[in-house]
């Protein structure tokens, strides 16, 4: 929807003539249009191969495809957000966590957000699923029914966490909470789970025999209700910007110690102060998230829905033959190509190759 934002544009030219500021003439306009409003107002993802651009807070994504709303050990929260898309190695990563975990003996994940159809900023909440590499997952267990749309919308996520001492509440944790942190903990792809703090005073009080996996365990503000979890930046996406290697130890030591002092809870100092999000224009972004804003979708979003098991064929192969973007795009400078000559080279990919799912457990 690039016709979304127009009037925005426009507005803010009129206020700017009527200042006398001639500074929006200096950019293109296109340039001004806040990302969020433009993301925020897309639908599908693009029928395109995967590909992250940008790093998990200012970037976007292509190829996106979705997670069904139920499958037999998942069932996807607050579907009127439309979040429930991510790259294909991170919904197929969430189905195979949701059968690893149900058979470690949780219920099933509700899945709360993924990212936009085509990432990039949100109108509301997060500041980094940008790229479709993130996902939050309620530490509810999931109940044994399929939930209503309308149940799906308004029931409450259980809070862990005592908002005074930031100390787990010990009658709500449970040796599977500690599984599932585990379980995703395990996977290769995934690089980060952010928890609140109490979390991993939890797990690091508590967790004995092998420790390494809490090395991914990260203590965050929030994260309370849910976890994070994130993936590497996966094979084809040449653009995308790893994050920093966390450190090899458990992470349980003075890093830790500090979001027990008065010092992070302290009140914000600048509390009107705006968010990344809604400053963050298309200038701020990676120059390939103009042409993923152009690119075809799919006819719809059932024909971008994610049914297999296993992963796709686009980032199964270790080293997919994925050509490199223009020039032009990848070193930034010179004038965008249009989608077409983005994505030209690339198959067209619609609806990732079904293949027969595995038993749930
Ligand atoms: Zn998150």
Redesign the pocket.
């Known amino acids: 929807m690039k016709t979304a934002s127009r009037p925005v544009v426009a507005k803010k030219s009129l206020l700017a003539a009527a200042l006398g500021l001639f500074v929006l003439a200096a950019q293109p306009a296109a340039a001004e249009e806040r990302a969020k409003d433009l993301f925020g107002a897309e639908k599908l993802p693009t029928a395109t191969t995967p590909q992250s651009f940008g790093f998990y807070s200012k970037g976007c994504f292509a190829g996106g495809v979705a997670i069904p709303m139920d499958g037999p050990t998942w069932q996807v929260m607050r579907p009127s957000r439309n979040r429930r898309w991510g790259h294909p190695a991170m919904i197929a990563l969430i189905e195979k966590l949701s059968r690893d975990a149900a058979a470690d003996g949780w219920p099933g994940l509700l899945i709360?957000?993924i990212s936009q159809p085509r990432g990039g900023p949100m109108m509301t909440g997060?500041a980094?699923?940008q790229i479709g590499l993130?996902?939050?997952i309620w530490l509810t267990p999931m109940p044994d029914r399929a939930m209503t749309r309308a149940q799906r919308e308004s029931m409450s996520a259980t809070l862990m966490v005592d908002e005074k001492t930031h100390l787990v509440k010990d009658a709500l944790w449970t040796p599977q909470h500690t599984a599932l942190l585990k379980r995703a903990a395990s996977y290769t792809e995934v690089e980060r789970i952010?928890v609140n703090p109490g979390i991993k005073k939890k797990l690091c009080d508590t967790v004995k025999g092998d420790r390494g996996w809490l090395r991914k365990i990260r203590p965050f503000w929030g994260?309370d209700y849910?976890f994070?979890m994130r993936i590497g930046c996966q094979p084809g996406s040449p653009d995308c910007k790893a994050q920093e290697a966390t450190p090899d130890d458990d992470g349980c030591g003075k890093p830790l110690a500090w979001w027990f002092t008065e010092e992070p809870w302290r009140p914000n100092k600048k509390p009107d102060a705006p968010k990344a999000r809604d400053v963050m224009t298309m200038a701020n972004l990676p120059k390939e998230c103009r042409a993923v804003l152009d690119a075809p979708g799919p006819d719809s979003a059932e024909a971008a829905t994610y049914h297999g098991g296993a992963v796709p064929v686009a980032v199964a192969a270790p080293e997919p033959e994925v050509p490199s973007p223009p020039a032009a795009m990848a070193s930034g400078s010179g004038d965008l190509p249009g989608a077409a000559n983005a994505f030209a080279a690339t198959p067209r990919m619609g609806a990732p190759v079904p293949r027969p799912r595995p038993p749930a457990n």
Do not use: I, R, T
Request: proline residues 0%; hydrophobic residues 15%.
């Open positions: 709360g957000d997060h980094s699923h993130d996902a939050d952010l994260h849910h994070h």
